[in-house]
Every structure is written in C-alpha cells, then in structure tokens.
C-alpha cells in the first residue's frame, strides 16, 4: 500500500498515518496497488454533540485499480481537550467498557440477516473508537430540544427491539450449544457495569441533589413546607431506589440494555430526506457506554421518558409497549424463538410499570444538561475547570443559574421534577 500526501486538518492528531492505513485495510483496501491520495480529520460539529468525548469526523481519499473511493469514518475519543472530560471516562471505565462493547460482545451477538441497531466499528485505537459515518448513509440527528413524534418513537422502539432480540437469540443459541442455561452476563459482567449510575458516584450524587436543590427554589410546592420536609427525606430515596432497578433482575429476563437513549444517540434515515413530512424508515444507536445486563423494560422506559412530551407519553404509553412487544415477537419468532419462553406480555407490563421510576430518574439526571442550548453548553461544559464544578461538585448552583436564565429550561426540569414529586414522593 502506497501513501501519497496525506494530511490533517486539525492542530491536535488525533490520528496518525499508521492508523489511516489501518482502517483503509479494514475497508478492504490492502493491495500493493492502493494509495492513500490524501486525508483530513475536522470537528463533527461546531456544537458539542456529546459531554465525555470529543468527536471527529475523518475522510480518507483512496486511489485503487484506477478508481478513487472516498472512505467516510467517524470518530469518538478520549478528550485532548478537556482534562475534566478524560478524567471522568477514565474514573468509570467508560472508554474500556464501550470499546469491549463494540469490538467483542456485539460482534458475538450480531444477529444474521436483521437490520443494524448500531453503526460498524471500523477500528479501535488506544484512545479512540473508529466508527462507519452514518452521516455519510444519510442518518441524521433531530434538533435535541424537538421531542420526538409518533413515528420517530415507533421507529426508535423498533430498533430498540432489535436490539434487544440480538442478546436473547445469542443466548438461546449458545444455550443449545452448551445444552445448559447462558447469559451473557456469566461471560461478560465486568463489561456490563453501572458506570456513573451508582450511589455514591460524584456525577449521580449532583444530578440526585441539584434536582433537590431547584425543585426546593423553584417547584409550584416550594412555599408548602410540610411538603417540602416530605420531599427532602423521600427525594434520596427515590433517585437511590431506582438505580436497584438497573441491576441484573432474577424476576424477569434480561438483556443488554443502552442506558443513554437521549436525543443525540439516537439517529434516523428518512423516506424521502426533501420531504416535510420527514417520515423515519430507519434507525441508528449510537454511545454504548452506558450499556449494562437488566431487564429490556429500562432502555423502553427511558427512551419514552427522555424523548416524549410527558402527556403524549401518558396518553399513548399501552400503544407504544404493545408495539415494542410484538416487535420483539415478530423478530424472535423469525428467528425461531417463542417470546412466550422469554417474557409473557403480562411480564413485559409489569416490568415496564416497576421500570417507569428507572426511566424518569433517567431522565431527570440526563435533561440537566442535555435540553441546555448549544451557547450555554459552551459556555459551562467546553472548560475543563467549569466542567468539573458543574458536573461533580456544584450542579445545584449551576441549574439554579441556568434556571434563572432561560425559561423553557426551567419548564423542561420542573416538568420532570413535578412527576417524580407527584409519582413517587406524593403517593
């Protein structure tokens, strides 16, 4: 392979010579013939995209039998630009846990002949993960402040659905192979580990008390102080109990479930990209950091909390846990397995209600700071000093400023807040 010009557009390399090689082989291109006209590696975006990595975008030029390719990647690494960021990935294994994600468990667990849930993993380098562009396929990102309609949801839930059938099948199969009971869990729990959802974790703790500290100054109850006494005693509880839901569960089924089902990991292909109607026929997860071994409810619930206007959830939520059930029943019957032998429907239900104090806990501690606009993000994540005081020291007064500044922030966070308050803290 020859290598002819090659550049980078970006002042920090991210990636060397030696690895655009690499993932020019992996594309297929090893003859002696090839040759690397030229390359260039820019930021994904002008925005922050995600809050623990910094993401690129690389475009590789390729010159073989005559005939020049262009190879679209992009990248997710380690942050060389924001010590708090690397610091953080580093304290929960982030990076190592997706990285053993991507390149052992779901290679295993692909399923022959079902549609990707997830893009291809080209390369994994020391500090960074090479991934297939789905920008370049024409999957896009929606505005992270639009919730999502009907449509989107039901797609959303359809690849989520085939998500989840790829851990089921794989076990069943190696079940019948080893003629005894598998679960991924027994071969790969190291990697399927609660990250920052832990009790005691820096980041878990400032979601749990900055929530606290704005529903304290700025909930419709904040003057009842009766309720508010009420409030602080339950309030630890509730964030703490819900985390019990996310381990592996010996009352229903488990699966690998994403456990970061917000806007920005969840892209879509569409019909017809020129029309208004912008109708999804396809879906893309991406950022598997979180990914952890408990029942397939969590990722469901979750998903509707963080993507849904509260009361569209509500007034549809037994159409979309129907649709989601027979998904899965259609794809493991398709591969033959009864869903009966899995998770009756009657399961499926119970574990989604138990599961709805997982999925808003969720969501509460991810919308602090995902519903921020892209100025203020900025401002408050992109220095690595900020970043670690508002992350994992201080976010209660960070909300409280952001509440102050901007007002359909403060409806976003109250919205969320009031129902864990009139769910779990009220009843």
């Not at 990209?273 to 029942?295: G, H, I, T």
Request: hydrophobic share 35%.
């Amino acid at each position: 392979m020859n290598n002819r010009q090659t550049h980078s557009l970006d002042k920090i390399q991210y990636i060397t010579e030696e690895n655009v090689k690499l993932i020019v082989t992996k594309y297929g291109y090893a003859n002696d013939d090839t040759i690397i006209d030229n390359y260039t590696v820019s930021y994904a975006s002008d925005k922050m995209l995600g809050f623990l990595a910094d993401y690129l975008k690389l475009q590789i030029s390729v010159v073989s039998n005559n005939e020049r390719k262009v190879i679209f990647c992009f990248i997710k690494a380690i942050s060389r630009t924001n010590v708090a960021k690397a610091d953080m990935v580093h304290e929960m294994g982030l990076f190592e846990k997706e990285s053993h994600f991507y390149s052992v468990i779901k290679s295993n667990v692909e399923t022959a002949g079902l549609r990707p849930w997830s893009p291809r993993l080209v390369a994994r380098l020391e500090d960074a993960l090479i991934f297939e562009d789905l920008s370049a396929l024409q999957y896009k990102l929606r505005d992270r402040h639009n919730k999502f309609d009907k449509q989107h949801i039901l797609q959303a839930l359809q690849t989520l659905a085939r998500f989840h059938s790829s851990s089921i099948i794989f076990e069943e199969k190696k079940s019948k192979e080893l003629e005894r009971p598998y679960r991924i869990n027994d071969e790969y729990e190291q990697y399927l580990g609660k990250g920052g959802y832990t009790k005691d974790s820096s980041w878990f703790v400032q979601c749990r008390t900055g929530a606290l500290e704005a529903v304290k100054a700025f909930s419709k109850y904040k003057n009842n102080k009766d309720l508010m006494n009420n409030f602080d005693r339950k309030w630890c509880e509730v964030f703490n109990s819900a985390l019990d839901l996310c381990d592996t569960s010996t009352e229903y089924r488990n699966v690998m479930c994403h456990r970061d089902l917000w806007n920005n990991n969840i892209l879509f292909h569409y019909k017809c990209p020129s029309d208004k109607n912008m109708e999804p026929d396809d879906c893309m997860l991406v950022d598997f950091q979180a990914v952890r071994y408990m029942p397939p409810a969590g990722d469901v619930m979750q998903l509707l909390h963080c993507n849904l206007d509260p009361q569209f959830r509500k007034d549809n939520l037994n159409e979309f846990l129907n649709f989601y059930y027979e998904e899965l029943k259609i794809i493991l019957w398709n591969n033959k397995v009864n869903i009966h032998d899995i998770m009756t429907k009657y399961n499926f239900l119970m574990s989604a209600e138990k599961q709805n104090q997982w999925g808003i806990v969720a969501h509460a501690c991810l919308v602090q700071t995902f519903w921020l606009d892209d100025d203020l993000t900025a401002e408050h994540f992109d220095d690595s000093g900020k970043f670690n005081e508002n992350m994992s020291e201080n976010k209660a007064s960070f909300i409280k400023l952001v509440i102050e500044k901007d007002d359909s922030y403060k409806q976003m966070l109250m919205k969320v807040f009031d129902e864990i308050i009139q769910e779990y803290c009220l009843k």
